[in-house]
Structure formats: C-alpha cells, structure tokens
C-alpha cells in the first residue's frame, strides 16, 4: 500500500505561481512513475504531467512551459510548481503513483488550486 497526501493548494491570482506537493508513504520501494491529474468543475479528469523514476518528465500541451514536475526521491515526494496561472487551471489536482510490483496506481485525496479575480 502506498499513501500519497497533496498539499499547497489555495487561491491564486492571474499570473500567479503556486507550488503543490505530494509526499508518499507506504511500500515506496517499486514506486515508478509519479504525476498529477486536475479535473476541473464539470469537465473530465485531464492529465497534467508525470516524471519517471530517473527524472523523465512529460508534459500535457495545456500547461508546457508553465508547470514543472519535480522529484526529491529522499523525501518521497514529487512537486507541481506552477506558473503563470490562468483562469482555467482553476481544478482539484490529484497526485498519483504507479508502483510495479504489483502493477497499481494510487491516488492521493486531492487539492483544490481556485482563480482569484
């Protein structure tokens, strides 16, 4: 088992910044692959990036540039830092990790980021 708990979310303002993190406990030993999802209201879950267990990143189109994904594998922990906020990054972000053995995916609870105007 693995818990993933999201924190640093809150208001922003346009053109803001605001950096979220994800610490894993648990059976971390076979995590992989880390990343986050946001699913804003009344619209789907969207993938947002993910970094690989060596430091790969990837990224969704709607956020390059913007956001970077980070990991400190000491802490267990992987980082969302945002930048240059709009309007429609507005959504709960989730983080979520893939371990390997067994084949899994875990989700933390979520933390809502919200544009200020």
């Known amino acids: 088992q693995v818990q993933l708990v999201e924190s640093g979310g809150g208001l922003v303002q346009a053109g803001g910044s605001l950096k979220l993190s994800c610490a894993a406990s648990g059976s971390i030993f076979s995590l992989t692959t880390m990343g986050w999802y946001r699913q804003a209201p009344g619209k789907q879950r969207e993938w947002v990036a993910l970094i690989s267990r060596g430091g790969n990143t990837n990224y969704a189109n709607s956020v390059k540039g913007r956001f970077t994904i980070s990991r400190d594998s000491a802490k267990n922990t992987v980082y969302l830092e945002m930048n240059s906020l709009k309007p429609e990054d507005t959504a709960v972000y989730s983080c979520?990790?893939?371990?390997?053995?067994?084949?899994?995916?875990?989700w933390g609870q979520g933390t809502q980021v919200t544009f200020s105007s």
């Open positions: 979520y990790a893939d371990t390997v053995t067994p084949s899994l995916r875990y």
